[in-house]
Structure formats: C-alpha cells, structure tokens
C-alpha cells in the first residue's frame, strides 16, 4: 500500500527540506500557454545526479511519475503533471546549473542540464567561442529540456537542431542507474551512439543530468535585412541564393495578415508585401553590401520596401518584429496553433491547398503564417475573431484535421519543434509509422517498465 507521507518524507530526506515544495506549487503545475494545469504531490529540486538518480529508484518502487521539468517552456503540455489523478512529483532540474567545464580547443562545453540556454551562451562567448542554438525563451528554458526536446529555433538553417549541437550525454535511467554517454568526440562510430535515443525524447526514458556540446567560432559579424517578396516561390529562390553566396544563418517569412497584425499592435515593421522576408548572414571583412544590393535586385525586390541592418542596434530592432509577432497574435485573439514542417519545395502547394479547404468550412478563419522558410518550418495558425477560447476547443480537433491531412498529403510533419507532449500525442498513432511506434513502445518499456518517467505523455 503506497504510504504518501512515508514517500515524501524518504525524498526529504534525500534532497533536504528546502528541496521539497508541497505548497504553492501551481507556477509549476501550470504550463507556459496556461492549457493545462493538473497538481502533483511535491516539486522536488534536487542539487546532485546521486539524489536523482536515488528519487527515480524510490518512484520506480512506488510507481509515482514523474514530469522531468526544465524551464516549463514546453509549448504542448510536456512539463507539467497530467490529468489521470495518479500520483505524480515534479523533479525541476533548475539546481543542477553547473558549467562543468570549458574546453577552447576542443571546441565544447560540458554542463549540468539546469543550466539555462542564456547561461550556456554567455559563459562560450565570455570565453570567445559561440553556441548558436537560438530561441526566444532562451532565458529561462534549459539545456536539459532543449535536448530533451530536440529544441530548432532561427539557426537551424546553419548550425542544425540541437541534436546536431550536443556531443555527450549523462542520463539517469528510471531505475536509478547512469548511462555515461558524456564524451566530446566529433567522430565516435564505437558501436551504437545511444545518446540520440534520449534527445527528442521528452523526458521519456530518462532525466538528462550533464551534456557536452560543440561551440563554434564567434561570427564576426553579421547583415540583417528585412525586404519583400510577390509570391513564394521567389522566396524559395532567394533562399538557395543567399545559401549558395553567403554564411546564411536565418531565413525568416511573415504573411500579409500576420504583417497586419503585427502592425496593429506594434511600431509597423516598415516592408509590406506579399512575403515578408527576414533574413540574416554572418559576415566578415570581405562582405561587399553593394554585391548584396545587386542579388537582391536579381529577385525583384523593390529597393524602397527594403530594410537594410547597418548596426546591432538596427539588428535588434528587426529581430523585435519577429519577436513580437507571437504577442501581436495573443493580443489579436484566439488561434488553433501549428509547427508543422514540410519539404520547402511543397511549402506554395500546402498553403494554397490548405487555405482553401481550411476557408470551405470556416468562412471566417484567418490564417497566421510565419516561421523559418529555411527549415521548411511554418507556425501555421489558424484564428477567428470574437471566439473565446471554450468556442475554439470545440472546433480545435476538426482543424487540426484539415491542416494535418494537407500537411501528409505533402509530405511533411505535424511537429516540427515543439514536440509532441499531451497536446499532439494524438496525432501519433494516426500519422507515425505503426512498426516504429512499437518500436519506440519496446524501447519505453524495457527502459521504463513501470512508466514513471512522463506518464501519458507522447505514448
Ligand atoms: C516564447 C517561446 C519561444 C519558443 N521558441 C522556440 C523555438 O524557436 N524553437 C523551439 O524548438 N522551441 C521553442 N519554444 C519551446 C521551448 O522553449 C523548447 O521546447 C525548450 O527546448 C524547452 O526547454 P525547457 O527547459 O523549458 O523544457 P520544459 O518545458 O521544462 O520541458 C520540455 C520537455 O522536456 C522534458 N525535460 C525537461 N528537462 C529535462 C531533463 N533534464 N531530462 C529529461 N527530460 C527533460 C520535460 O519533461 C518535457 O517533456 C519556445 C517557447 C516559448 C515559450
């Protein structure tokens, strides 16, 4: 019989008192979008991999779950509890915030999974070097959570997701052992490179507790412009262009309504068109603007709708507009919301397709679509004016429908970024591969046998 207060009491003493939070908990109950919100026993914050490692082994015997939690920036409900009522703890990982060690030759940084991404990115470029793992929550999100969600944002273009980014892995299996895959080789073809088998993984096979992942050189500089283009497929031609011509690090769309939008809510963003393209390269003394000018000019862009970076303050301020469009979007009104990913060469023939069968039932949607056309990765969302958010959930499912079964049609993905969660988890069985779903099954269970680790998420 499963005795709470002895349970509680033996975490308390693995971690201290003031490790162990039973009241007011719900910040972290409560995920970053406010859709899901479900209690847990305590959230525990343990400070070393031994007490880990010692709370998995105790949940394991007492089959309590689970939630791993970074920064609880998950965008589809990964970092909170769920709703089956079991008894569940969250482990928040926020103590473990150690930069183990910084290795300038080798090109690589070892660090506790705590650490947040700013943290990371401060502490290479104090030390010269770069991580270029690049996303808007980066002061809080973690690098734990980054790998447990194989994270993208802008630089996937150039640097790869964060998959490409990590080198090493220490992860803490749910029975309490240690996988010790923390090496920081750029080549190693010694048997099997398990570590890929817990990045992407969602906290679903193990807590990730140290990582090593590769710098880079700092880029010297960079040139940030903002232009316009008529239709899509002149954008996908830019794109190969400035891939084939320049270190292209960012290659960003915005669609007229999002651009409207955008403007209704913020100081307008300056370049009206069809698409709006936000892009950036990393330069260095021998970049020639003038032969940058005449490229463009290649692509029929209007030189008067252009925005040219000419210092890092003009950067930033083109940057905001992309930031902010995310909260142009919330102050607008409700949306059914999507990170789907498709070949870029079919990215025109889903939208026009989409768009029409998305306005045959729903006369009145809007579509809001931006995102990075480098990556073939869209937040395609989908909103209605004077609906509350109780009207949209009625009609969330129907949508997701329509968008994911063009998204398939064309090959492409119901999740490219964010993950799979609670929010997505689905979709999974409809559109994954049914012999890699058991697979992955298998996998689940022989590492996790009694399903403690993220209950009810993803599987
Ligand atoms: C404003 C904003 C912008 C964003 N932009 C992007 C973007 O551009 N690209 C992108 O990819 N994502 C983006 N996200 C989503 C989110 O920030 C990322 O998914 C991020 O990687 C999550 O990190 P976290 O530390 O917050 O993890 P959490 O949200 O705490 O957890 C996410 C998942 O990882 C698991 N987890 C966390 N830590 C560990 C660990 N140590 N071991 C095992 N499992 C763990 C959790 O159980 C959960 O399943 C954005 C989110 C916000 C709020």
Known sequence: MFDLKQY???????????????????????????????????????????????????????????????????LCGASVPNDSGSPQIILNLRRLDKII????????????????????????????????????????CQIGGNIATNAGGIHVIRYGMMQNLVLGLEVCLPDGSIVNQLQSLRKNNTFFD???????????????????????????????AMCGVNDLSTACLLLNSLNKYYNLCAFEIINPLTQEIHNKHFHPMGVTASWVILFEIETNSEFSLEDLVNKLGEFAINLDNLILASNENERQNLWHVRENIPLAEKMEGV????????????????????????????????????????????????????????????????????????????????????????????????YYDSRSYQLALSLKKLLDPNNILNPKKVF
């Not at 290795?103 to 030390?127: F, M, P, R, W």
């Not at 969602?202 to 990582?211: C, D, M, P, R």
């Not at 039932?361 to 109780?390: E, T």
């Open 194 to 224: 398990l570590k890929q088998l817990f990045i992407g993984s969602e906290g679903t096979l193990g807590v990730i507790t140290k990582a090593t992942l590769k710098l880079y050189q700092q880029p010297e500089s960079y040139f940030t």
């Open 101 to 140: 060690n910084i290795d300038i030759n080798n090109q690589s940084i070892t660090v506790e999974a705590g650490c947040t991404l700013d943290k990371v990115i401060e502490y290479a470029k104090t030390n010269g070097l770069y991580f270029p793992l690049c996303i808007a929550s980066s002061g809080s």
């Open 335 to 430: 949306a059914v919301k999507h990170d789907i990913s498709l070949p870029i060469s079919n990215i025109g023939d889903f939208i026009k397709t989409n768009e029409s069968n998305i306005l045959k039932h729903f006369p009145d949607a809007q579509i809001i679509i931006f995102g990075h056309l480098g990556d073939g990765n869209l937040h395609y969302n989908i909103q209605f004016k004077n609906i509350d958010y109780n009207k949209l959930q009625n009609i969330e499912s129907m949508i997701n429908n329509i968008v994911y079964t063009d998204v398939y049609k064309y090959n492409g993905s119901f999740s490219a970024e964010h993950g799979v969660g609670v929010l997505k988890k689905d979709w999974l069985s409809k």
């Open 8 to 74: 509680i009491n033996e975490i308390t003493n693995i971690v201290g008192l003031d490790g162990v939070l039973t009241d007011n908990k719900k910040q972290y109950e409560t995920d970053w979008r406010n859709r899901y919100n479900n209690p847990c026993l305590a959230v525990i914050f343990p400070s070393t991999i031994e007490q880990i490692s010692a709370i998995l082994k105790l949940s394991s015997t007492h089959k309590v779950g689970i939630v791993p939690q970074g920064g609880n920036t998950s």
